[in-house]
């Protein structure tokens, strides 16, 4: 055993788990980006991981697998800071126990993360929401499912892990109904729930007749929804409903692209952003500053304050004869 295995294991079951008591999804991102610098490693070099010592994982190697990921696997540079978050994290760790590799160390953690482009935040209008609510089939026991989850989301703004992981006993229905999650940070959050969401879910809920711990989204088998599932089912909706929305052809629809629809409804509301943020989940307030600037109501009612610009249209045309042959070089 090398000393770059101890580490790893001593990061995983001493740094993770114990000290910092990190979730599940962070111990998944952080294993899979291990997983796939390991492969890398050992494609290119062909050592076994278990054979790996830090001068294997010097500054070069590590850039070369960041580049990787973007040429090769094709993923964005969010994911690709994303991957080199997590293994700034190992390397931090792993200075503390090898002193002596500390000037690789210090290279790699150096790598400075890459900058990117920031879309604008892209969002369902009315009508697209109902079209999308309308393409389930509520015939099926799989779209009357669908459709409660649909409701679900696009009225609370549930991330997709918080959605998946309710239970029963998480929906509260009758005078002061609401959804209670735990949420991105170890966050609780309990979230109101409209008469039409209510009706949606408490229906629901009969038909699913589960047990208090039961999985309130589930398969024909009982086990609960998955990331993947909820995706697949909303691509298909996604599709079925374009076929009575036209505008929903152009848009790429995800999960968070939901809860992005949460947002600007409450911001078209007139509710306050801190009121938001603490809607969503998010730590800072700042997280919800991108809704404000795809919101284009917002700017049209600033722009309606100002004085509009009364210069008269037209082109420069100058007098003399040598300034027009400049002009017009």
Not at 79 to 87: E, F, P, V
Not at 171 to 176: E, F, K, L, Q, R
């Given at each position: 055993?090398?000393?770059?295995?101890?580490?790893?294991?001593?990061?995983?079951?001493?740094?993770?788990?114990?000290?910092?008591?990190?979730?599940?999804?962070?111990?998944?991102?952080?294993?899979?980006?291990?997983?796939?610098?390991?492969?890398?490693?050992?494609?290119?070099?062909?050592?076994?991981?278990?054979?790996l010592?830090?001068?294997?994982?010097?500054?070069?190697?590590?850039?070369?697998f960041?580049?990787?990921?973007?040429?090769?696997?094709?993923?964005?540079?969010r994911?690709?800071?994303?991957?080199?978050?997590?293994?700034r994290?190992?390397?931090?760790?792993?200075?503390?126990?090898?002193?002596?590799?500390?000037?690789v160390?210090?290279?790699?953690?150096?790598?400075?993360?890459?900058?990117?482009?920031?879309?604008?935040?892209?969002?369902?209008?009315?009508?697209?929401?109902?079209?999308?609510?309308?393409a389930?089939?509520?015939?099926?026991?799989?779209?009357?499912?669908?459709?409660?989850?649909?409701?679900?989301?696009?009225?609370?703004?549930?991330?997709?892990?918080?959605?998946?992981?309710?239970?029963?006993?998480d929906?509260?229905?009758?005078?002061?109904s609401?959804?209670?999650?735990?949420?991105?940070?170890?966050?609780?959050?309990?979230?109101?729930?409209?008469?039409?969401?209510?009706?949606?879910?408490?229906?629901?809920?009969?038909?699913?007749?589960?047990?208090?711990?039961?999985?309130?989204?589930?398969?024909?088998?009982?086990?609960?929804?998955?990331?993947?599932?909820?995706?697949?089912?909303l691509?298909?909706?996604?599709?079925?409903?374009?076929?009575?929305c036209?505008?929903?052809?152009?848009?790429?629809?995800?999960?968070?692209t939901?809860?992005?629809t949460?947002?600007?409804?409450?911001?078209?509301?007139?509710?306050?952003?801190?009121?938001?943020?603490?809607?969503?989940?998010?730590?800072?307030?700042?997280?919800?500053?991108?809704?404000?600037?795809?919101?284009?109501?917002?700017?049209?009612?600033?722009?309606?304050?100002?004085?509009?610009v009364?210069?008269?249209p037209?082109?420069?045309?100058?007098?003399?004869?040598?300034?027009?042959?400049?002009?017009?070089?």
């Open positions: 055993m090398t000393g770059i295995t101890a580490t790893v294991q001593m990061f995983f079951s001493d740094r993770l788990a114990k000290q910092r008591q990190a979730s599940g999804h962070t111990v998944a991102a952080y294993r899979d980006t291990l997983r796939l610098l390991f492969a890398f490693v050992q494609s290119t070099t062909g050592k076994l991981p278990s054979h010592d830090w001068s294997d994982l010097d500054q070069g190697v590590i850039s070369a960041l580049d990787h990921l973007e040429t090769t696997r094709n993923n964005s540079a994911t690709r800071n994303a991957r080199l978050g997590a293994l994290s190992l390397f931090r760790y792993a200075a503390l126990q090898h002193p002596e590799h500390a000037d160390i210090a290279r790699v953690l150096a790598i400075p993360p890459k900058r990117f482009d920031k879309a604008t935040v892209s969002y369902l209008t009315a009508e697209e929401v109902d079209a999308l609510l309308a389930p089939d509520l015939t099926t026991w799989e779209g009357r499912r669908d459709h409660a989850w649909l409701m679900l989301c696009i009225q609370t703004g549930l991330r997709v892990s918080e959605l998946t992981g309710l239970n029963c006993a929906i509260s229905c009758g005078t002061g609401n959804v209670r999650c735990h949420g991105k940070g170890r966050k609780d959050r309990a979230i109101p729930l409209t008469a039409a969401t209510e009706a949606a879910v408490r229906y629901w809920l009969r038909e699913r007749a589960g047990l208090p711990t039961d999985p309130l989204f589930c398969t024909r088998t009982g086990r609960r929804l998955t990331r993947d599932a909820i995706e697949h089912r691509i298909a909706h996604h599709a079925a409903a374009a076929l009575t036209g505008t929903l052809q152009s848009k790429k629809l995800s999960p968070h939901l809860r992005h949460t947002a600007m409804t409450l911001l078209h509301a007139g509710v306050d952003t801190t009121v938001i943020a603490l809607w969503l989940g998010h730590a800072d307030t700042r997280s919800t500053d991108p809704y404000i600037h795809a919101d284009m109501t917002i700017k049209e009612r600033a722009l309606a304050k100002t004085t509009p009364s210069s008269p037209g082109r420069y045309r100058p007098a003399d004869s040598l300034l027009s042959f400049l002009e017009g070089l």
